[in-house]
Every structure is written in structure tokens, then in C-alpha cells.
């Protein structure tokens, strides 16, 4: 089994940045990929952004330009920068190895004024 423990997160004014952060533990991979996913409220999830134990990122269409996912090990943080309103939602960690993808309990992110 996989643990996945989040932090960050909350109340951020338009325009401004957060960072997110998830540390995974439990029968891991020696290789393995972590990421993020937004779900705003009424949609589904989506694609933030990705990398791989090579520290190889993949980034979602709506974050590109905006944000930052690095990995040291374990552990894997996700830089909002410049957000909006849309960016508003729960931002889940994800772990996937080669048995089974394990998720985070989800971070709320509220962008307003």
C-alpha cells in the first residue's frame, strides 16, 4: 500500500501564487510517476501536471506557462503562479506505480478576491 500526504493550499487572491506539496510512502517502486489533478467544482478532474521519477514534467493545457512541478525523491511539490479564478477546485496528488495508482485526499485551492 501507498500513502500520499498533502499540504498546502487555501485562500489565494487573483493574480497571486501557491505551492502544493505531497510526500508518498508505503511499497513503492524503485520508479515511479507522481502529479497533480484539479477538479473544479461541477467538472471533472483534470491533468495539472506530471513527472516522472527522472524528473522528466508533462504539463496540463490550463497550467502551461503558470506553474512548476519538481520532485525530490518521494516527494513532489506543484508552484501555482498567476492564478484565476478557474483555478479554483481540489487538487489531488497522484502516485502511479505498476501494480495500481493511489491518490492523495485532496487539497482545496479557492482563488478569489
Known amino acids: 500500500q501507498v500513502q500520499l500526504l498533502q499540504s498546502g493550499g487555501g485562500l489565494v487572491q487573483p493574480g497571486g501564487s501557491l505551492s502544493l506539496f505531497c510526500e508518498a510512502s508505503?511499497?513503492?517502486?524503485?520508479?515511479?510517476?507522481m502529479g497533480w489533478y484539479h477538479q473544479a467544482p461541477g467538472k471533472e478532474s483534470e491533468l495539472v501536471a506530471t513527472?516522472?521519477?527522472?524528473?522528466s514534467p508533462t504539463y496540463g493545457e490550463s497550467v502551461k506557462g503558470r506553474s512548476t512541478i519538481s520532485r525530490d525523491g518521494v516527494k513532489v511539490t506543484l508552484k501555482l503562479r498567476r492564478l484565476k479564478p478557474e483555478d479554483t477546485g481540489v487538487y489531488s496528488c497522484?502516485?502511479?506505480?505498476?501494480?495500481?495508482?493511489?491518490w492523495g485526499r485532496g487539497s482545496q485551492v479557492t482563488v478569489s478576491s
Open positions: 497522484k502516485a502511479a506505480t505498476s501494480r495500481a495508482t493511489f
Open positions: 508505503g511499497n513503492l517502486d524503485s520508479s515511479f510517476v
Open positions: 513527472i516522472s521519477s527522472s524528473d
